[in-house]
């Protein structure tokens, strides 16, 4: 008999890691990407890995700092002028969803994801070199102000309700961990057993790797849309032509608002811009992630150089990269890390996948039995991958799921 096969759409983190527990689930796969391999939102993150990551970004208190950031024009928050109306209707969902309930659910639905993440990778690259390029480093929070790089108290209860291992340091203990740091830092929060990746891009390339050695087919080109018959997808129309399919995981990032849609769910899916600079010979180098908790931006040193990321900017996906935020990544590298060189910097911007309440689809499409989707997950996609990959691998399965997918419901937000 023969094998029975999956189609993914978007090799990005989540579409590779999907690939790879398909093909243990018994599938032959086909991953279709309109790029390279990784070369959307997974190529230029910052690369924390963190099974720790269980406060939300939308939580009580955000709103009254939001205003101040979007008037700052060095602010980490940015909507572009012409798109404020077309945004409106996601951030009046996100302010709902930054109540403590809500928070408090989109917390649980991160533990879900992320808990098992460095587990699900070590599984993955077992026995091959990609292996390498996960580290358990810990990661460090830092702001300039005493006492507040722990977060709210709200933050911390989450923390302590899931077991996240977290110590609060002063500033002399900031400068301790990492001596690198200028000395403005008035507060810090280690979180040990979160880990990193020295290079994202290697990371997801290097998975599609071992997917293709173990006989998965990558095809380059469009999805466009679907040729559908009686309740399933039966192709995918890329450059105009039909290519027909068995199965279909949608994972195309901040591009599946539209594939989504055509298979009957109109999801308020948001392409959320963030940019980096990474330094190829900074001349100094944090032995860990450091994320600046005020500025809300992560430094991560990489096997490339010391990259440094952030900026949430509203613009629509197909806006052209406001690249004055990078200026402003650089200012940041030189407030924070006195000394550093600026003569090798190249610059990057890339889409996450962003649902107002902070939580990723993950489910069968309405209107085709052999479709579902695996997509949103906003600033925290590396960290989730792995997992959300091992439960779109069940789903397609129809094997029980290792984890309660209720919460990712695509019909959450109405069909
Ligand atoms: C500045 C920044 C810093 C970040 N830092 C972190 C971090 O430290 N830790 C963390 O966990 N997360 C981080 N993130 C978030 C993370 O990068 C994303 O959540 C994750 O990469 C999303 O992965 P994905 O596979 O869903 O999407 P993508 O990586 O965007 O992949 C989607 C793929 O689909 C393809 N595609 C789209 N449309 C089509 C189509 N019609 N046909 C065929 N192919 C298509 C695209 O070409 C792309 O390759 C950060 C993001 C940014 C922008």
């Known amino acids: 008999m023969d094998q029975p096969s999956v189609t993914v759409v978007g090799a990005g983190i989540v579409g590779v890691c999907s690939a790879l527990w398909l093909q243990r689930a018994g599938f032959a796969v086909t991953l279709v990407d309109s790029g390279g391999i990784g070369e959307g939102a997974s190529f230029g993150n910052a690369g924390n890995i963190s099974p720790g990551a269980v406060v939300p970004y939308l939580i009580p ?32 969902q996100a302010v709902r969803s930054a109540g403590e309930e809500a928070a408090l659910r989109t917390s649980r639905a991160m533990h879900a994801l992320h808990s098992g993440t460095l ?162 010979d900074p001349g100094v180098m944090p032995r860990m992630p450091v994320t600046h908790t005020d500025a809300k931006f992560a430094c991560a040193p990489m096997n490339v150089g010391l990259r440094l990321a952030g900026t949430a900017e509203f613009g629509g996906l197909h806006a052209e990269p406001d690249w004055r935020r990078t200026e402003v990544l650089k200012r940041q590298a030189q407030r924070m890390f006195p000394g550093v060189r600026l003569d090798s910097v190249s610059v990057w911007s890339g889409n996450r996948p962003s649902l107002p309440d902070g939580v990723p689809v993950l489910g069968r499409a309405p209107a085709a039995d052999n479709a579902w989707f695996a997509f949103g997950n906003s600033h925290f996609g590396m960290s989730a991958g792995p997992v959300m990959g091992k439960l779109a691998a069940e789903l397609v399965a129809g094997r029980p799921s290792s984890a309660d997918v209720a919460a990712f419901s695509p019909l959450r937000f109405g069909a």
């Open 61 to 92: 208190g955000i709103w009254k700092e939001a205003p101040g950031w979007l008037l700052d024009p060095e602010g980490p928050l940015a909507v572009r002028p012409g798109y404020f109306l077309k945004a409106l209707p996601w951030l009046t």
């Open 119 to 280: 587990e699900a990778y070590a599984e993955l690259t077992r026995g091959t070199p990609v292996a390498d390029l996960i580290e358990l480093s810990g990661q460090l929070y830092v702001s300039e102000k005493p006492g507040a790089a722990q977060g709210s108290a709200l933050a911390q209860r989450m923390r302590a309700q899931f077991g996240v291992e977290a110590v609060a340091l002063d500033w002399m203990e900031v400068r301790e961990l990492e001596p690198c740091l200028a000395p403005i830092f008035k507060s810090g929060l280690l979180l040990p057993k979160n880990g990193r990746t020295k290079n994202p891009h290697q990371l997801v390339t290097g998975l599609a790797g071992i997917a293709q050695r173990d006989g998965a087919r990558v095809l380059r080109g469009k999805v466009e849309g679907f040729r559908t018959e009686g309740g399933a997808v039966r192709g995918l129309i890329i450059e105009g032509r039909a290519h027909p399919v068995q199965r279909v995981v949608i994972a195309a990032g901040a591009a599946s608002r539209e594939l989504a849609a055509q298979l009957g769910c109109r999801l308020p899916l948001e392409a959320e811009r963030g940019y980096h600079i990474t330094i190829a």
